[in-house]
């Protein structure tokens, strides 16, 4: 399909554009059978945003995934302009404000700053954090069970986890979590103005101020203070600015992300007691609890999307996409191709799985994405095997959901009982 099939070019054609996010099934994180049907009909896309007009949107996972490697496919700076999003806020003059960070400046200096800051996300760092992990899980249940049921898993548990790691990688004291939660809560808002996330902003700077400032002075054995010696030794190589909006980025992707996704799988599958009996039987078994942990990443929706931005002209598949286009690369799209995943509405953990898109591709890919893993290993370990009769207390329709104004969506509470 052209790119002159693809572009509105008038009212009328403007009307017939399908409109973004599809919306999922009534109080359920079904997906839309729209994707499919875009599938079917126009791989690449052309769709309606929320804010800022039209993008292209692929649905198949060869372009999605060809996507998110291809440099000619950018990060969207400030200096980008007013673009089709999802989120009514835009930020300007970010490249220069201290919310700049490593997925705004050129690949070549996104990769020398990967270089130095991903020693902390590999796979043995993540391994180094499980045992504290384990202990705080299980704290946390030892704390349900002292209440008794009903518990609500998101509040009780699944937020714990990520706030605790995030806390140590940075150095924030563990009581003060509650003000950088509001932070991460603004930065993934959709409805927030640009004023309101700006503002959010420097409040988050100034409560890293005297955090960033002890790493200076005396950097510890966490993220700061790699960065800090880095400096020590003559590699400039984030600044102090960079250094902020580093640190607002890993807490605005961490708080949400893990606490979410585990939050949404648990919605999913504890209405599934026969998939909750397969996943006890392999928590013993790590290759197969790792399999099993990727089959639940890839089923789970979290959020809508990331948007890329074209810098020269890309051909995804037969769709030509000139420069200057946003791309929004919709991962549960990619996640649920039946052509790379057969059956892909159905929870297989013996599934042969093919590299899930969850956590994008190419330099971009999310950083904290082993540390992700681990966490979500730990939490549902813990959880079945400390409360093997865990289920849900209520229907699943009484389960409150969250208002539609974020960029993750799903349950805002999740009480189960044991």
Same mark, same amino acid.
């Given at each position: ?31 839309? #059978? ?52 999802? #989120? ?86 563990? #009581? ?16 927030a103005s640009a004023q309101e996330k700006q503002a959010q902003g420097m409040k988050l700077m100034h409560y890293l101020t005297p955090i960033i400032q002890e790493a200076q002075t005396n950097p510890r054995d966490n993220i700061l203070g790699l960065l800090v010696r880095a400096r020590e030794k003559g590699d400039e190589v984030m600044t102090e600015t960079e250094m902020y909006g580093f ?128 966490e979500l290993q730990i939490l549902w370990q813990t959880l079945l095997t400390r409360l093997p009769s865990v289920r849900l207390a209520v229907a699943p329709s009484e389960v409150p959901w969250r208002a539609d104004e974020a960029l993750t969506f799903g349950p805002e509470h999740l009480p189960v009982t044991w």
């Open positions: 399909m052209s790119k002159e099939q693809l572009t509105p070019t008038s009212e009328a054609s403007q009307e017939e554009l399908p409109t973004y996010p599809f919306p999922f099934a009534d109080h359920s994180l079904q997906l839309s #059978e729209e994707y499919d049907r875009q599938r079917q009909k126009c791989p690449v896309a052309r769709v309606h945003m929320p804010y800022g007009g039209d993008a292209f949107m692929p649905t198949r996972y060869e372009e999605i995934a060809q996507a998110f490697a291809d440099p000619k496919c950018g990060a969207i700076r400030a200096s980008d302009g007013d673009v089709p999003r999802l #989120e009514a806020g835009h930020v300007t003059g970010v490249e220069d404000s201290a919310a700049a960070s490593i997925f705004a400046v050129s690949d070549a200096r996104h990769n020398k700053l990967r270089r130095v800051i991903g020693p902390a996300f590999t796979v043995p760092a993540a391994n180094k954090l499980r045992s504290r992990v384990a202990e705080v899980t299980h704290a946390l249940v030892d704390a349900m069970e002292r209440k008794g049921p009903p518990a609500d898993l998101f509040e009780d548990y699944a937020i714990q986890v990520p706030m605790t790691v995030l806390c140590e990688m940075l150095g924030i004291p563990r #009581e003060e979590e509650h003000l950088y939660r509001e932070s991460a809560r603004m930065l993934v808002s959709t409805t640190a607002m980025a890993v807490i605005g992707a961490g708080f949400e992300t893990v606490s979410t996704t585990f939050t949404n799988s648990a919605f999913i599958l504890l209405q599934q007691p026969e998939l909750v009996a397969q996943l006890r039987a392999h928590l013993e078994q790590p290759d197969q609890l790792a399999r099993a942990i990727e089959e639940i990443l890839r089923i789970t929706p979290i959020g809508h999307g990331r948007p890329r931005i074209t810098r020269e002209p890309v051909q995804l598949g037969e769709t030509t996409i000139p420069a200057g286009e946003v791309v929004f690369l919709a991962t549960h799209a990619a996640n649920y191709d039946s052509s790379v995943f057969p059956d892909a509405r159905e929870i297989r953990f013996d599934r042969d799985l093919q590299p899930i898109l969850s956590f994008g591709r190419g330099i971009h890919a999310c950083l904290g994405q082993q540390i992700a893993r681990m």
